[in-house]
C-alpha cells in the first residue's frame, strides 16, 4: 500500500466583526498561522459558515453587530448540524454575556480590548485542538441515560463559572446509591438503569431555570454544582422521596455528601471533598448525608500525609516490630509459646502510630505489601537472631492482609524469606484474616494448600468476626483458629458469651485444630478460658506487644523456668 501524504494546509479561520480596527488587530495577530475571511455582520458571517461549512475551523464572534447579533448566530449554529462542529470564540467587552453565550455553545471567548497577542493566539490553538479532539467525543457531551453532563464536560463548565462568574456561590454535591452493584444483581441492569434515570431526571427538575449544572460521572455517581442551598437534609429527601415514591417494591437508600461553598476553593477540589464526605457515610442509613468540615479536612490531610511519608517510614526505619508473646496455659506454670510480630510506625513527628490507622489505609491503597514484606523480612531475621542466640525454638506468625493472599508471587516471597535466613518452615507462622476467607474462597484455598505444602502453619484469624460459615470451613486447611477479642471481653459477666467461646472451641476440636483466644486481660479471664480447654492465650494479662530488647526478657525467664524444672 502507498502511503499518502498530506500536506496541511493553513486552517481557515473566519472573523465576524463589525469594527474594521478590530479586524485588523485580530489579521495581525493570526495571518502569519492561519487564512483568514471577514464578515462584518451575523448575516454574511452565516452565508460564509455555509460556503465554507468543511473546510472552515473556527468562527471568531463580535456579540454586537449589525443585522443579525452574535447571540442569534449561536442560536442558528447550535441548530443546524451542518454548523455545529465549528468552534466559536466570542469576542467580547461585556463580562456578563459570557455565561449567555457559553450556554449557547461557544467555546470560550476573548475580551475587548484585545488581550495580547500571544494570549489570543494560544487560545485559538487550543481551542482548535480541543475541537478536533471533540469531534470524535462530540456526542458525548451529555450522557445517553441521563441527559446530564458527561464527566469532562461537567467539569469544563464548572471551571468555567467559578472563574467567570465569582459571584455565584456554588456548592458541590455528590449523591451516590448505596449498594448500587446489588441493586443491578438482584434486579437486573434495566431495572438499575431506570433507578439512575430517575435520578438524573429529578436533578434536573431541580435544576430547571437555575444555573446549576450536573452530571453522572461514573456508575451511580451523580455530581450537581448549585447555588449554595440551606437544607441539604431537604434536598436530600427530596431525592430520596422520589425514588421511594417511582420504586416502592424495591429498597434503595441514596447518600449525600456536600462541600459548601468556599470561594478560594476550585470545583474540582470541591467535588473531591463532597465525595470523600460522600464516602464517610457509607452504608450509614441513618445519617446518609455529611457535610465537609474541619475535621474531615484533618484526617484527609493525616491521611495524605501517611501515604507520603510510607516511603521515607521503611527507608529511615520508622517501622518498628513489636512481638506480643502466646502462652500455653494448659501447662502450669503456663509456658512461652510462640510470638505474633505486629507492626508500629515511630513517626518523627507524629509519634507512635497504631496500626488500626494506617494497616486498612495502605490495604484500600494497594501498598500494604510494601508494608508487610518489610516486618516479614525483619520478624525472619529477628526469629534467626534469637535462635542462634538463645538455641530456643519460638515460633513468631505474621500478620497477613487479604491483598497478601491475591499476590501471585506471595508464595515465593514467603519461601524465599525462609530459605534465606536459614529458617525452618515452623519457624514463621502465618495468619489470615477470616475475611479474606470470605470471596473466593476457592483461590484462597489453593493459596493456603500449597503455603501449608512447604511446611508453614496457617492460622485463622479474627474468627467468628461474622464472615465463615461452618461448611466453608470444614474445607479450609487451616491450623490454628484464633477467636475475635470481641468473645473474650465479656465472658465473665455474660453466659451467652461464654457460651460462643465453648462453642468456638468445640468447633476446633472438630477440626482438630489448636484455638486461640486473643485479647485476655483478667485471670478471671483466663481461668474460664483453661477451664474451657482453650490451649493458647494472647493479651495484656501476659504482656502487651512489646519491643525485641523487652521481649527477650520473657524468653530468657522461660530459659529460666525450663532449666529450674529440669
Ligand atoms: P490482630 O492481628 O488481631 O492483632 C491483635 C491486636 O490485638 C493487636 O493490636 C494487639 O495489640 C491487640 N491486643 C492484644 N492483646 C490485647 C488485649 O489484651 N487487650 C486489647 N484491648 N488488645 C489486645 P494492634 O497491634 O493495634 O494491631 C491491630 C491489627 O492491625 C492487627 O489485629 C492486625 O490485623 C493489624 N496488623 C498489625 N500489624 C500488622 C502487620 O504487620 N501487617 C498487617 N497486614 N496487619 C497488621
Ligand atoms: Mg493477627
Ligand atoms: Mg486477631
Known sequence: MIETKQIERPKLILIADDIEINQDALEVILEEDYHLLFAENGKEALEMMYSHKDDLSMLLLDLNMPLMNGYEVLEHIRQDEQLQHIPVIVLTADKNAELRALQ???????????DIPEIILTRVDRILELSEGKKLISAAETERLTGLYTRNFFFEYAWRLYRYHSEMHMDAIVINIEQFHSIN???????????????????????????????????DRFDVYCLQQNDYRALLDR???????????????????????????????????????????????????MIY????????????????????????????????????????????????????????????????????????????????????????RQVKEWKEKYGFLLPVSVNLSRADVFDPTLVDRVVRLIRENDLDFRDIKLEVTESAYTDQAKDVLDVVLRLREHGFEIEMDDFGSGYSSLNMLSDMPIDVLKMDMKFIRNIES?????????????????????????????????????????????????????????????????????RSTE
Open 293 to 380: 468540615n474541619e475535621e474531615l479536612h484533618s484526617q484527609e490531610l493525616m491521611t495524605q500525609r501517611l501515604l507520603n511519608d510510607l516511603n521515607s517510614a521503611i527507608t529511615e526505619h520508622q517501622l518498628k516490630v513489636y512481638y506480643q508473646p502466646k502462652y500455653d496455659i494448659q501447662c502450669v506454670p503456663p509456658r512461652l509459646f510462640s510470638a505474633e510480630a505486629l507492626i508500629r510506625w515511630r513517626h518523627p513527628e507524629l509519634g507512635m502510630i497504631a496500626p488500626g490507622q494506617f494497616i486498612p489505609l495502605f490495604e484500600n491503597k494497594g501498598l500494604i505489601g510494601k508494608v508487610d514484606s518489610y516486618v516479614w523480612e525483619e520478624a525472619a
Open 494 to 562: 455474660s453466659d451467652t458469651d461464654m457460651r460462643l467461646v465453648r462453642l468456638i472451641l468445640d468447633i476446633a476440636k472438630y477440626l482438630r485444630v489448636k484455638a486461640v483466644a486473643e485479647g485476655v486481660e483478667t485471670p478471671g479471664q483466663l481461668s474460664l478460658l483453661k477451664e474451657a480447654g482453650c490451649d493458647i492465650v494472647q493479651g495484656f494479662f501476659f504482656s502487651r506487644p512489646v519491643p525485641p530488647e523487652e521481649f527477650e526478657k520473657l524468653i530468657q525467664q522461660e530459659i529460666a523456668l525450663e
Open 239 to 289: 431525592f430520596q422521596e422520589a425514588v421511594n415514591r417511582y420504586m416502592p417494591n424495591v429498597s434503595i437508600h441514596l447518600r449525600m455528601g456536600v462541600m459548601p461553598w468556599r470561594e478560594e476553593i476550585d470545583p474540582v477540589v470541591m467535588f473531591d471533598r463532597a465525595q470523600a464526605a460522600c464516602n464517610m457515610v457509607r452504608g450509614d442509613y441513618q445519617n446518609p448525608l
Open 185 to 219: 444483581a438482584v434486579n437486573g441492569r434495566g431495572f438499575g438503569d431506570s433507578v439512575l434515570k430517575l435520578i438524573g431526571d429529578e436533578i434536573r427538575t431541580f435544576l430547571a431555570g437555575t444555573q446549576g449544572i450536573a452530571s453522572r460521572v461514573e456508575a
Open 104 to 114: 449557547l455553545g461557544a467555546a470560550d471567548f476573548i475580551t475587548k480590548p484585545f
